[in-house]
């Protein structure tokens, strides 16, 4: 498995972005994949995760109605849809397979892509 992460860049505060992560060897169609970040200072924390399907989706209650997860398997690739940002969202995001077909805060993963940064400005 090679994760790509993409998509992180500057937005203000309010705004939206949109991050991407890609498995170039297209092997994650049957595992559940999540998103997790990390703000400097700070240890790395649950943001999102999608079940193999797409059937089911868990948030981290601080962004719970703002972030959208999803994916497309026909395309490889889960997406995080960040709308409404805060200050407190800026971080490096990194997208991780589990090990399973669910993808939980408490689940296990075994594969991480690189991170992708994500700044809100005022």
């Known amino acids: 498995v090679q994760l790509q992460a993409s998509g992180g860049g500057l937005a203000q505060a309010g705004g939206s972005l949109r991050l991407t992560c890609t498995d170039s060897r297209r092997t994650f169609t049957n595992n559940g994949v999540a998103w997790f970040r990390q703000a400097p200072g700070k240890q790395r924390e649950f943001v999102a995760g999608?079940?193999?399907?797409?059937?089911?989706?868990n948030y981290a209650e601080s962004v719970n109605g703002r972030f959208t997860i999803s994916r497309d398997n026909a395309k490889n690739t889960v997406y995080l849809q960040l709308n409404s940002l805060r200050f407190e969202d800026a971080a490096i995001y990194y997208c991780?397979?589990?090990?399973?077909?669910?993808?939980?805060?408490?689940?296990?993963?075994?594969?991480w892509g690189q991170g992708t940064l994500v700044t809100v400005s005022s």
């Open positions: 991780a397979v589990a090990l399973k077909s669910f993808a939980g805060q408490d689940s296990l993963y075994r594969y």
């Open positions: 999608i079940s193999w399907n797409g059937g089911v989706q």
